[in-house]
């Protein structure tokens, strides 16, 4: 097997759940209800979990001396890996949540998929992940229906939204050349089809909203080869001080 | 947001006992929040909330008339049989 291929998926999943974990933990305090709040920052959790573990793997892996919290803490934003999507700031909780329910439709089927991989770790972790995001998708999901079918300012929240989002989409089923050879092998799933299984469930929400789909707009791109939005270099600058600042520290 | 007391089920065989109350829009919202606030910690198997509203108490004022009187009425505890050894927790 392509070992440096599968580094490079395990990154691209793990940057991803970090980074929309720690969008989602930014929430912390700040929920628009106590019960919220809780829930927001359980789905955080939940994620920085799943990230553990795929960093985990792919620092034993890994060709240096690696451990999960070196990768998560000590790359810097051209060594991250996850789409566009879940690096841009948290804004209302209409994005928040819409944003949530690109992702977790995303991760539903991924990691449906990704339970029959060749590679068995990936299997494994796809296994375990797979019922916590069917429990993301549920409330994401609900809440998408309620804010758009509410009052008018809700559906006015989360039609803009969508606006601003709906184009950093694509970016989740981007391939490169690794993500090619791990398709070949059936390591991971063919994402084309990924994506056109993901778009049929999301057009029955999106027309369930009745919210009106944009139709042009700026695709985003770069996350799989490092490149960025400005967005990252803050949230990282957030998120590793401790690490950057007090190296070896441990709870 | 309506009121809802929460009921949760420890374990298969048990009841569910009351853990605390919460907020939310309906009984479906209902059931996630008691989800995410009460289950976190493996606390539960299963979930009942109830619309704080639909529950009728009994009055604290009258706790006197209503419930004194059972204090003195030790007959009516079921601790004058002599049991079977086989029923050890009765």
Known sequence: ?251 | MKLYEVFIRAKSGLNHRHVGSLHAADSHMALQNARDVYTRREEGVSIWVVEASAISASNPEQAESWFDPAIDKVYRHPTFYPLDKEVDNM
Not at chain 1, 91 to 113: C, P, R
Request: aromatic share 10%; hydrophobic share 40%; proline share 3%.
């Open chain 1, 1 to 251: 097997m392509n070992e440096a291929a599968i580094y490079h998926y395990l990154l691209r999943l793990a940057d991803t759940s970090l980074t929309q974990s720690q969008r989602l933990a930014e929430w912390c305090g700040h929920g628009p209800f106590l019960e919220e709040d809780i829930a927001l920052t359980n789905v955080a959790l939940d994620l920085l979990g799943h990230a553990k573990m795929l960093y985990e793997q792919a620092a034993e892996i890994s060709e240096q001396q690696l451990s999960a919290d070196d990768l998560a803490f000590l790359r810097d934003v051209s060594e991250f890996k996850n789409p566009l999507l879940t690096e841009l700031p948290r804004g209302n909780f209409a994005f928040t949540i819409l944003k949530q329910y690109f992702v977790d439709q995303f991760h539903v089927l991924l990691y449906s998929a990704l339970r029959h991989s060749m590679y068995a770790p990936l299997a494994h972790i796809a296994e375990k992940a797979l019922k916590e995001v069917n429990y993301h998708l549920e409330r994401s999901h609900g809440w998408c229906l309620r804010l758009s079918l509410s009052t008018e300012q809700a559906k006015m929240k989360i039609q803009e939204a969508l606006d601003d989002l709906y184009f950093y989409t694509p970016e989740l089923f981007e391939s490169d050349a690794y993500l090619d050879d791990l398709q070949a092998q059936q390591i991971i799933p063919d994402l084309t089809q990924l994506q056109a299984d993901w778009q049929q469930s999301v057009d029955v929400l999106l027309a369930e909203c009745q919210l009106n789909v944009p139709k042009k707009g700026w695709l985003a791109t770069g996350g799989l080869r490092g490149e960025h939005s400005e967005h990252l270099g803050y949230m990282l600058a957030e998120m590793q001080f401790l690490q950057r600042a007090y190296p070896g520290c441990q709870w």
